[in-house]
């Protein structure tokens, strides 16, 4: 069984060739870097479809793998930005109609988990996935993935991302403020706001946008106080949801994962709690194809098949809507 997986969410094109006994044979990625300001959603389909058709030759050449030779075509049917999540389903439709094979919509977040526990080996982990546009506590409980906190407005990686580019740093910005924030040595006290089981990080970006536009502090006191407050919200969930539902493994993904304070945290959260800390590795951590042609192995093989004519695309699809049947 060999799959191949379209991830167009957001800023990422990815391409992944991925066979039945989980080895990633191909993982391309093209990312859209803006010319200025955030991700436009229809710029950025826009280099989902001008590279579409170069990514999929090219996984397939680094895959070793003809086009006839692919059993499914996996697709990231939500949630994401609609423009970019178009471009990728209307690929994925004609891939599978013109090769007659079967196509399986996949949804993103539940891919980050699948592919996070693939590769760590991780079996039932609570899992803190943290990116650009998700910010989600969940873990496995009859049948579905529940969601047991998230951002109630923008995301973990999003508010970093923003600050970054009002400070003047790379973009994306969450390397670039985990540099500077190394050099931090002043706490700037920062809204901290968690509401129940969920987080806000509007109202942190307001505030440490405000502070740098005051010019009183260095860059890298308000990148070091921005990641610890950003940092402990995460931590005080992620933390409250394990002694919670008592998970054995705590699994950390998304782009936000290669942080080394978060890692830290993470695992000495795991460590209290006697759960076995797992950190999925970047180029399966961050958006990519590979997750959805595994995660479309997995549906495949539990029966679930994406008719063309119901294969619309969800921007809001939460991850707790969707049964697992390969779980139960
Ligand atoms: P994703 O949406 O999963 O592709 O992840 C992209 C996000 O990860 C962006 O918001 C980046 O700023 C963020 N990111 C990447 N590397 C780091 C890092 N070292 N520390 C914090 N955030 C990061
Ligand atoms: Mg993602």
């Not at 891939?95 to 007659?100: K, N, P």
């Not at 991780?122 to 049948?143: F, H, K, M, Q």
């Not at 119901?310 to 969707?322: E, G, I």
Request: some cysteine; aromatic content about 6%.
């Amino acid at each position: 069984m060999i799959a191949l997986g379209v991830e167009s969410t957001a800023d990422n094109l990815g391409i992944g060739v991925v066979a039945g006994d989980g080895r990633v044979l191909a993982n391309v990625l093209d990312v859209h870097v803006p010319a200025e300001g955030g991700i436009h959603p229809r710029e950025a389909a826009r280099h989902h479809s001008e590279c579409m058709g170069g990514a999929v030759r090219r996984a397939l050449d680094e895959a070793g793998v003809n086009a006839k030779e692919l059993d499914i075509i996996a697709f990231a049917q939500g949630p994401g930005l609609g423009p970019c999540l178009r471009t990728g389903a209307t690929s994925a439709r004609a891939l599978a109609c013109y090769l007659g094979r079967p196509l399986v919509g996949v949804n993103h977040c539940v891919a980050h988990v699948e592919v996070g526990r693939m590769a760590t080996g991780a079996e039932d982990p609570l899992t803190l996935y943290v990116s650009g546009g998700n910010t989600i506590v969940s873990g496995y409980e009859s049948g579905r993935y529940r969601i047991f906190g998230e951002t109630l407005d923008i995301a973990v990686g999003n508010c970093l991302d923003t600050f970054a580019r009002a400070a003047g740093l790379e973009y994306p910005g969450g390397p670039d403020i985990e540099r500077w924030a190394a050099r931090g040595e002043k706490l700037i006290s920062l809204p901290y706001t968690v509401k129940g089981m969920d987080l806000s990080y509007s109202g942190l970006l307001t505030a440490v946008t405000a502070e740098l536009q005051t010019g009183r502090h260095r860059v890298e006191d308000l990148c070091f106080s921005l990641q610890e407050t950003a940092y402990a919200m995460l931590g005080e969930i992620t933390e409250r949801a394990l002694a919670h539902t008592g998970k054995p493994e705590l699994l950390l993904t998304g782009g936000v994962a290669a942080n080394k304070r978060l890692g830290s945290i993470v695992r000495s959260i795991a460590e209290e709690h006697g759960a076995k800390p797992y950190v999925v590795p970047i180029r399966l951590a961050a958006d990519n194809g590979a997750m959805i042609a595994w995660t479309g192995i997995l549906a495949y093989n539990s029966g679930i098949r994406t008719p063309v004519e119901s294969s619309h695309v969800n921007p809001n699809w939460r991850m707790d809507q969707v049964e697992i049947p390969w779980r139960s």
